[in-house]
């Protein structure tokens, strides 16, 4: 079974449109986050929740809207689209990171995102 | 924010060592060193971790120095399958803010 898996895997759309992209874990973990790789291979934060509440949350333009339903779900809303949205957004979870010590981190697929 | 400095990339052939160091001048007290893997396509792998010394497991090890200033990743004996970008980042529990960077992509030639 897939521990944290994404839909869709990959999602074309034009500017200014709004999409949204699902991310569910099946590892019973406390945290959730959201990063963006753009094709640099920069892999940069934009939101983290523990246990259904905002933790992190980096500068991102306020188009983006994450949305936690349950422990086990984090979506990301994105609306009106625009050209440098085009990216790789990775959905992750840990157990806990509350803990002194760091937590591993466990990855989605990824989605691949093409704003024409 | 704790940063990082690693190579951009690396060439490797089958069999070989691979060493790949990562500078961290201002890591806190509190921070541990992680290593990711990603291959194409896919998201990052946990790989190790460690606070200081030595650590090893079945995949890789990693040394840290008694200054902790720096960390070197080792593969042993890598194959083709081990071509990938490879992420050092500063790691200190809490609420904190991973910061992964751009990585080291490394190409394990035949």
């Known amino acids: 079974d897939t521990a944290v898996s994404q839909t869709p895997k990959y999602l074309v759309t034009q500017m200014g449109n709004d999409k949204s992209i699902k991310c569910e874990q099946n590892l019973g973990h406390d945290t959730m986050y959201w990063y963006k790789q753009d094709s640099k291979k920069f892999l940069k934060i934009m939101f983290s929740?523990?246990?259904?509440?905002?933790?992190i949350n980096e500068t991102v333009p306020n188009r983006f809207s994450p949305k936690s339903p349950d422990k086990a779900h984090l979506n990301l809303h994105i609306n009106s689209l625009e050209l440098g949205d085009s990216a790789v957004y990775f959905c992750?979870?840990?157990?806990?990171?509350?803990?002194?010590?760091?937590?591993?981190?466990?990855f989605g697929p990824g989605t691949r995102l093409t704003v024409l | 924010l704790a940063k990082t400095t690693q190579p951009i990339s690396m060439d490797s052939y089958e069999g070989q060592e691979v060493n790949i160091t990562c500078s961290h001048n201002n890591i806190a007290t509190n921070d541990y060193i992680t290593w990711y893997q990603q291959f194409p396509s896919q998201g990052p792998r946990f790989i190790i971790q460690?606070?200081?010394t030595k650590v090893t497991n079945e995949v890789a090890s990693l040394f840290i120095p008694a200054d902790r200033k720096s960390s070197t990743l080792s593969l042993p004996r890598v194959s083709l399958s081990d071509t990938a970008v490879y992420y050092c980042?500063?790691?200190?529990?809490?609420?904190?803010?991973?910061?992964f960077g751009r990585g080291t992509s490394l190409i394990v030639h035949p």
């Open positions: 929740y523990n246990n259904k509440e905002l933790i």
């Open positions: 460690g606070y200081k």
């Open positions: 992750a979870s840990s157990q806990d990171s509350y803990r002194t010590d760091p937590d591993e981190q466990f």
């Open positions: 980042l500063l790691n200190s529990g809490g609420s904190y803010i991973p910061t």
